[in-house]
């Protein structure tokens, strides 16, 4: 259990010292993982900046992620939940159009340009506040990889255990301080866990 994310940012930063992770940049992804990248890209003398998606939700269930769009315009779809609920493909075109136009707004939001930082050949550690499908992180992970990074890791204080397996599929190492099989919701985890506005998620960056 965590305090908050401060708390969870400084547990993982600690762990990723000990394992003598190697980093140039940290990117965080707005909102939530801002105050838990911080620690970590203090710990690890690396620059912090973000990277950014937006997850598809399922129709009737927005907070059930059927993929998840890229701030690019890349997009990664959950086929075998959308064919377990039988996602209708309308509705995932036009939710790719409004998720992609969402976090290609996020990014400029933050860095003032739609462009990514500078990636290739840096030792690239992405942090989030949990991962529960992983949409998210896989579609951010994949932004990353496209850009050349000399490594890429993904680092989290929470995560379910099968998102933490599959997600090691997008990247060179996944480090998650806890994957308890009792995972229902990052939250559960967090004594405090409210929500992040983007004027307070910015003020943890680099500017």
Sequence with gaps: MFDDRTDAG???AAELDRRGVDADLVLGIPRGALPVARPVADALDADLDVVVASKIGAPGNPELAIGAAASDGAVWRNEGLIDRIGVPQDHIEREREVEVEAAR??????????????I??????????GVATGATARACLRQVREKDPASLTLAVPISSPDSAADLRAEADEVIALETPA?????????????QVSDEESMTYLDR
């Design 10 to 12: 400084e547990r993982l």
């Design 105 to 118: 707004t996020k990014l400029e939001r933050y860095r003032g340009t739609s462009e990514l930082p500078e």
């Design 120 to 129: 290739e050949g840096k030792h690239v550690v992405v942090v989030d506040d």
């Design 182 to 194: 009792t995972f229902r919701a990052v939250g559960q985890f967090y004594r405090q866990f409210g």
